[in-house]
């Protein structure tokens, strides 16, 4: 497989991006290997786990959580993982960041790799080292930033992979594009989504091109102190928006969804604040892959909700604004000024 070694802080990163999940046993003595992947991921690909030591988790955000923490340690204890274990996190970034969690505490640290199986865990959850699992519902509370030592890119997984959730993963795509490369956005704009589900060379290109974002970003500000803050485009409305509808409603409103709306509030905003002019090329983009560009939403309640944000400070929030396609910037705006915006473009 061929092999991109990525510096980071405290580690190299091997990312083996038109890697084979077999091709792992060359890379990981299997005595050390503990397999770690969800239930639906395992249900799908079953045949892949024979022969390998294999902990099956429950699928969802909502097992995003310390008791599965506990079962995931257990269960390596039974099967008897030492110091020397390789655990193996296979599926999208839920089992991705708790896999990377345990990796961090268990026997005060063991090795890690990811297979990614979802486009959103191949172009960013998984890459990066942030890692963690949600306190009841707020999410992310508890974790590290710790990378692992491997991922292995195998799209033979994304077969599987339903519609709703490339929607998902292609907002990231997308906000990539938006932040850090205009090419990109013009070759997302003149194709769709079922173009690149049908062109494996195509995405198998578009998803390196994006893990090299990524990759790049985080390299240069590991720890959030700058530059990785542009990721959060259109997240910072996303989130509130996202968390908002969780409150209301039985169904989760997807976080792609969510933050599709986010970036075009966040377009629309960087019109007025930095003379943006491309409003039209992301909205259109956005709808070649599915992703909705507008929702009735409380807009009293999506603020108060972002008064709680980490990227509040005072009375001011860290919003990242588009100057052009393919280049961003966070500036601080206060939250009186980021309300009457919103409503504005309601
Ligand atoms: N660490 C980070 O930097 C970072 C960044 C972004 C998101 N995240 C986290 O990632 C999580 C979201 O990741 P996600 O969208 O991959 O969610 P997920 O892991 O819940 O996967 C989505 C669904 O797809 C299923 N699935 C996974 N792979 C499949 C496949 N190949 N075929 C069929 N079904 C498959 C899963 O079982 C699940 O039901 C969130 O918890 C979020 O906080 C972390
Ligand atoms: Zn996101």
Redesign the pocket.
């Known amino acids: 497989m061929k092999n991109w070694k990525v510096k980071f802080s405290s580690q190299i990163v091997s990312f083996f991006l038109e890697g084979k999940f077999a091709a792992i046993d060359k890379i990981v003595e299997k005595s050390n290997a503990f397999y770690i992947t969800?239930?639906?991921?395992y249900a799908?690909?079953q045949k892949k786990f024979k022969g390998k030591k294999t902990i099956i988790i429950p699928?969802?955000?909502e097992h995003?959580q310390q008791a599965t923490v506990d079962f995931i340690i257990e269960a390596l204890l039974n099967l008897g993982a030492t110091r020397e274990a390789v655990l193996i996190g296979v599926?999208?970034?839920?089992?991705?960041?708790m896999v990377?969690y345990v990796a961090g505490v268990y026997m005060r640290g063991v090795a890690v790799g990811f297979v990614?199986?979802?486009i959103?865990?191949m172009v960013?959850?998984?890459?990066?080292g942030?890692?963690?699992i949600?306190i009841g519902l707020y999410?992310?509370m508890v974790g590290l930033i710790r990378q692992p030592s491997f991922l292995v890119y195998d799209i033979d997984?994304?077969?599987?992979?339903?519609k709703h959730?490339w929607e998902?993963?292609f907002a990231?795509i997308i906000k990539h594009a938006a932040i850090k490369d205009a090419a990109m956005m013009k070759a997302l704009a003149s194709h769709d989504l079922s173009y690149y589900q049908k062109n494996k060379k195509a995405l198998q290109l578009l998803i390196e091109k994006n893990v090299q974002i990524k990759v790049k970003v985080v390299q240069q500000d590991e720890f959030e102190k700058g530059d990785r803050k542009l990721l959060n485009f259109g997240h910072t409305l996303g989130h509130a928006i996202e968390n908002g509808h969780a409150i209301e409603n039985q169904h989760a409103l997807l976080?792609g969804h969510a933050i599709s709306i986010g970036m075009v509030y966040a377009a629309k905003i960087s019109q007025v604040m930095e003379g943006f002019n491309d409003t039209g090329l992301l909205v259109d983009t956005l709808k070649k892959y599915g992703l909705p560009t507008s929702m009735h939403f409380d807009i009293d309640q999506a603020m108060q909700i972002m008064q709680k944000d980490k990227k509040k400070t005072g009375a001011s929030m860290q919003f990242v604004v588009l100057k052009k396609i393919g280049k961003a910037v966070y500036q601080s705006v206060p939250m009186k000024s980021l309300e009457k915006l919103i409503k504005l473009y309601s």
């Open positions: 969800d239930e639906n991921v799908l690909h699928a969802g955000e995003k599926g999208g970034g839920v089992v991705t960041d990377g990614p199986t979802t959103l865990a960013d959850a998984s890459i990066g942030k890692n963690g949600d999410k992310n997984f994304l077969k599987t992979l339903p959730q998902n993963g990231e976080h």
